[in-house]
């Protein structure tokens, strides 16, 4: 066959080859951005790492793979011996609310599921001593005051004193984007809205975490953490085409929410309603007390980056001033990365306790607020109305102190 004829093979030939690259292009970008988070990794080995063990699982029902199916039936379907699983605040199931006490209860028939919010907040260790290793699987939202943290402490320690090896599964931290900021935990102000001295808005994973927590408190304890493949800290939990969010408790429903909680969150340990018991918990907060018309202009004189607000009433169906008519504010994230919820919380604190210093509920002890914070200094800075500057400055001398205390080690991702 002459090379005339054969050109019109060769051309389609070179069309074949040319696309065939561009989907192995396409191909490789895809696995360069996908994400295996810890549960993910344990299937891909079909749980070879847990062959022949006794395990005990801490999670809820956020805690699924990239498929969506819950671990626990992962594990059990890969012939894991799953003695039992222990659930966090707000239950299993993620339908309680937050500081009601959590029953315990049985899924798949017959796996029982011990509360881990109940009478005690720690591990029982006669329960621990029927196992081989601890399982920690939740989703965290990046604040040190949410409680996962502090149930992954308290296990870390049952753990060490039972002499039962610990593991945790890594997830992202939804919110890492934005970075640190905001109070240290000071000592002798640790509590379970802050077991442990990382910024407020801590930028971390809870496998980073863990990590921390051994090098820090339990030198004993046989720790394993299995990283993520794929996370990368610039990105959001959405942006993950493959990753699935699960509410891990009743109030935070999208990745949204997890954004605006930090900034809204304090209002916990004043007399305002962060939004509890309305459709948009955290992304609005009001009072009886409040003028919409004085608070708008007074916070939008910051001019905080990323965020708006706009007027707003609601009748809460329960938590604080449940049946009452609430004027407030409402939060519209407008950029994401240029959002501060740390400066935005400080804001609006300091407008709050300048135009209703006797109503806010920021009271001379303070116990509550002071827990939130880790710290009595938020507090009294609010108070004496120092300047917003003034107060992110300071926060940021704390995170600057922190991120230079961070060795390499404990950077899994970085």
């Known amino acids: 066959m002459s090379r005339k004829k054969c050109e019109p093979i060769f051309g389609a030939i070179r069309i074949c080859v040319a696309l065939l690259a561009l989907l192995s292009l396409f191909a490789g970008q895809a696995s360069a951005e996908a994400l295996l988070c810890g549960i993910d990794r344990l299937e891909a080995s079909q749980c070879r790492e847990l062959a022949g063990l006794r395990v005990g699982l801490i999670t809820n029902a956020a805690g699924v793979t990239r ?25 299993f199931a993620v339908d309680v609310e937050a500081g009601k006490k959590v029953a315990s209860a049985v899924v798949a028939d017959t796996l029982p599921v011990f509360s881990l919010y109940g009478a005690s907040k720690k591990p029982n260790l006669q329960q621990l001593r029927q196992i081989d290793l601890l399982i920690f699987d939740l989703q965290d939202i990046g604040a040190r005051c949410y409680t996962y943290i502090s149930t992954m402490n308290n296990a870390m320690a049952a753990c060490e004193q039972a002499g039962i090896a610990f593991m945790v599964l890594d997830r992202p931290n939804p919110i890492a984007p934005l970075g640190q900021a905001g109070f240290m935990l000071k000592q002798g102000y640790e509590s379970f809205v802050g077991a442990v001295d990382i910024p407020f808005v801590h930028g971390m994973t809870v496998g980073e975490i863990a990590l921390l927590l051994k090098t820090q408190r339990y030198h004993r304890l046989r720790l394993t953490v299995m990283p993520m493949l794929g996370y990368q800290r610039n990105r959001f939990a959405d942006e993950y085409p493959d990753f699935i969010f699960k509410s891990p408790s ?109 109503k806010t509920g920021i009271d001379k002890e303070g116990r509550f607020f002071d827990r939130l914070a880790g710290t009595p200094l938020f507090r009294e800075m609010i108070k004496k109305q120092q300047p917003l500057e003034m107060i992110m400055e300071e926060s940021g001398r704390q995170v600057r102190r922190f991120r230079q205390s961070m060795t390499p080690e404990l950077r899994l991702y970085d």
């Open 67 to 91: 498929s969506g199916e819950a671990n626990y039936a992962m594990m059990l379907r890969n012939g894991v011996k799953l003695t039992f699983l222990m659930a966090p605040e707000h239950g």
């Open 250 to 358: 009743p109030n935070i429903t999208s990745v949204e929410s997890t954004l605006v909680y930090p900034a809204t969150v304090f209002l916990e340990a004043t007399n305002v309603s962060e939004g509890r018991g309305t459709e948009a918990p955290f992304m609005q907060f009001g009072a009886p007390f409040i003028k919409s018309e004085a608070l708008l202009p007074a916070i939008k004189r910051y001019h905080l980056s990323g965020v708006s607000f706009a007027p707003v009433q609601f009748v809460p169906k329960s938590s604080k001033f449940s049946g009452e008519l609430c004027h407030g504010l409402k939060l519209t994230i407008t950029e994401r990365r240029a959002f501060d919820p740390f400066k935005t919380a400080t804001a609006i604190l300091l407008e709050l306790q300048r135009l209703y210093p006797e």
